[in-house]
Each structure stands twice: as structure tokens, then as C-alpha cells.
């Protein structure tokens, strides 16, 4: 049995919302496959599984969040001998509940108490000590915690509990099937099951229906599995289902208990900004160096290929520098990478950060997994996508937290130059500026030519300037040999 | 095939719709620069290429965008290449 643990996605993440599982207990699973959205301070993202298997279990409920390292759901995995029952399992596992119902743990020993109390007079050969206070719970062997919970009005053992309070279900509202109306496992199962079917909503169109006002329960999926998705959501906010639920907004059935007010969300995103960068700005050493890049041969040859190409194939400025600056990082391995630790990993394959800004202001920045070796044409491709995804809360996990080096790109923004503040914990940022035409000396004579001005922050910690200052030579030559890229 | 300037307004509309979603024309005058005021970054831009030349059916060049920076600009565009 494997856990599926609320993953770090970034270095500026400690906990996540768990919004959505994308498969249920019983399915299949891929090592690879996205199984369930998670929402963190900055983005919404689907978290992919790194085990295969069957999903036994979901422990945790959308909507709730908790701390990274958190046991989601468990995996079961082939080809692994199968764990001991109950008492056996992780010590974490049965730990959660204990630690959430502490508050009423003295209330709890007392009832234990008054109730052992009662038993008594019928059994005399009981020894008459009274009752001791709870033992550690790292110590306890799980039956003899059950005989301490029995106090309780309900009767179910510890992993019942557990079960139950996951799945929100209520023990004293169970009647209990088990010898002496204890509560067993497929009592909670069964109420959980009883109660409506949970929506499967994809995140955008969550979130369109909270800003629209649109009642999910109203809505017909299209999508997958009856999935309701943007355009379902888009449909029934044009048509007359929009009428009824202005009243409900706030409800909990049209704002699910994830879903932050997007102002909280625009807060949110700048406080997890603010803590990552302000620790970026304190630990890492930056040094900088730019240099100006003459585009005029990537340029020409970017506006043939555009002339030639359908407007669907056509790349941007962009698709050239990304390229440019991974096949760099390849050529100088020193800055592709992480510092942890006090030293210096080199990063297995070259996965580019993209810088995207987000429409409600903030950014992320994805990664484009192995940049260096996709061609042009599938790199602007990818780019798109990585865009759309960023924008529309459709990221993978894997691209949120595997970046290796990251570009930013504020061209578009009118800007000439940008000397970024690196995410850690990678060791380079690497700045692209507006392609610009600007006077030139070439060959001896002054022209007016497409000019970039690409910048590197770098990590002094891991690299002195001369290395840095062979990446930007190396970007530079790459961009004039643009059909090489 | 003629593109009247009516049509072509509602092409470039409908073509900036497709791209930003929530994009608000009435904030929108037919001569602001609209890639500045709905914040379009040039993947958003070339989305917009992409879709008001599938609609408008009139190819456009790297050369022709700069003709693209207004409601009016872009309405115009389309009339005189549809010709």
C-alpha cells in the first residue's frame, strides 16, 4: 500500500486545498497520471500520482486543506506484499484523528471514566485502579486505545473515526451494525455513499460558476464522465438557470469550501510572491550580467518561416530565445539546476521556467519539460499550452515544481531589459527585453538592426560570473544560427 | 470574398472574444489600442491573428499586425484585404 501525499509544488508551498479528485476508489492509476487538483496559494493544479496501482482509499475530502506530506489517498500496489491489517498501519495515519480531537480529550476520559465506573459493579474481578490518563500515543498499541475511545456515546475504533471524520460523516448519527451497534468501517462507507453524488467539476469552470453565479447542481456536465466543464457553465449562465441561483451565491452548494472569493485569492497569491522572493532576495547571493543581442538573422529568419507557415504554425520571438536559452543551460550545466543542501545539483535534463503572468494579476512559472530538445514548431506548441493551462488553473505538478532554470519574458510588456530575482531553489533566471531596433555598429558601418538585451541573475553561491558570462555568449551565438535551433 | 466594415468589426470582436474571454467592449473605444487595454501579451495576439483570419478568411502577415492595433484599424484591415 502506497500513499498519494499532498506534494510540495514549489518552495514556497506549506499547505494546499485539496479541490477535486480526478478518480475514485477502484480505478486504475498510472505513475504519471493526474489523479486529483489541488489548490495552492498561486495556482490550481493537478497533482499527478507517482505510484501504479488501484486507489483503495480517498482520505481526504475536497475542499480541505492540509499541510504538504499529508496522506491524500492510498495506492494500492502490485507486486508489493500486502500491509499487515489495521494495527500495522503508519504511524502518521492513525495519529491525524488523535491530534484533531485533543481539545476534547479531557471530557473524553472523564466519560471513559464514568463509564468504566458502571461496568464495574457487574464485574468485580476487575482490579479497582482507576482509570489512568490516555498513554502517548506514539507508544499505544491500537486495542487498548480502543478500550479508552469506548467512552465515547458512539462506539467505532479509532480507524472508523478516522474514516469518519475524513468523509465528514457524523458516528452519532450512525447506528451501528457491528456486535453491540458498534460502528464499523461500512457503516461510514454506506452513509458516505447515501448522500447526493459529489459533482465533478473541472476548477475553471468552479471558478466561472462562482464569479457568474451559476449553481453547479443545475448544470449538465459535458465533459468526461458527466464532468461539468467552462462551456457547460458558460451555457447556463446565458440561459435561464441564471435567474434562480443569484439568490443562493454563498451557499455552500454553489461556492464549494475551496473555492476562495478572488480577492482573498489575489491576496493569497501575493503573499506566497512576497515569501518566496523576500527568502530568494535573503538567502541567494545574486550576481548580474546582461549583454546585448543582435536579432537580425533570428528575425529573418522567423518572418520567412512565418511567410510560409499556416497561421496556426507560426512562432513567435519567444519560441527562439526559450530555445536559445535552454540549449544554453545545456552547454553551461553549472546554472541548470538547484542549491539545497550547500550544494549544487545539476538538474537531469534541461526543464525551462516559463514566467507566465496571470490575467488577475501574479504569476507562475511552469516548466517546459525538456526545452532543449524539442524542435521549434513543438516548443511554440508547448508554450501555448503551457500558457493556457497557467491561465485556465490546469498546470501538472510536475511542471509546477520540476523547472530547472527559469526565463522571463517581458517583451510584451514594453520593457528592454529585466534582471529577475531567482526562484529558489534554482541557481540562474535568465531576462529577455523587447526585440528593438536600434542603431548598430556592424562590420564598420552604423545600421539600425533588431536588438534583445538578455540578462542572467545568477547564484554566486554556485557560480562565479565567468560562468555566467559563458551562458549569455552562448545564448548570443545560438540566436545568430537561428535555423540551427 | 467583400467583407462589409459592419461584419468586420464583429469579426474582430468576436476574434478578441475568443482569446480573452471576459474581454469588456464597453470600456473598449474603436480607436484604443485594444492589446494594451485588455492586456493581450503576444501569445494572446497571435491566438487573435489565428482566429480573425480563419473567420475573416483573409490571410495575415507578420507585416500586416501593426495594422492590428485598434477595433477601427483592424475593421479597416479586414474591408481593404477582402477587396
Known sequence: MAEFTMPSLGADMDE????????????????GDPVAVVETAKSTIEVECFETGTMTELLVEPGTTVPVG????????PAKKPEPPEGGEKPHTTREPRKARQPEGPGETERAAKRRAAPRTQRKGEPAKPPSPPPEPATVPVPVLTTVRQGVHTEAGPLVRHLAEQRGVDLETLHGSGPGGRVTRTDVEEAVAARPPRLRVTPLARRLAAETGVDLATVKGTGKDSAIRAADVRRAAHGPATEIPSAKIGTPTVRPSGERPSVDRGAAMRQAIAGLMSRANRDIPHYYLSTTVDMAAAMDWLHEHNRRSPVGERLLPAALLLKAAALAARDVPELNGSWTDDHFTAGEGVHLGVAVSLRGGGLVAPALHHADTLALPQLMTALKDLVTR??????????????????TNLGDQGVEAVFGVIYPPQVALVGFGRVVDRPCAVAGLLGVRPVVTSTLSADHRATDGAVGARYLTAVTRLLQNPEQL | MNINRTDALE??????????????????????????VLEMDSLDFLSFVEVLSERSGVRIEDEDTPRLTTLSGSADFLVARSG
Open chain 1, 16 to 31: 494546499g486545498t485539496l479541490l477535486e479528485w480526478l478518480v475514485g476508489p477502484g480505478d486504475l492509476v498510472h505513475r
Open chain 1, 70 to 77: 499529508t496522506p491524500l489517498a492510498l495506492i494500492g500496489v
Open chain 1, 390 to 407: 497557467a491561465r485556465t488553473g490546469r498546470l501538472r505538478g510536475s511542471e509546477v515544481s520540476d523547472a530547472t532554470i527559469t526565463v
Open chain 2, 11 to 36: 469579426m474582430v470582436r468576436e476574434s478578441i472574444s475568443r482569446v480573452i474571454p471576459d474581454a469588456d467592449f464597453a470600456a473598449l473605444g474603436p480607436g484604443d489600442a485594444f492589446r494594451d
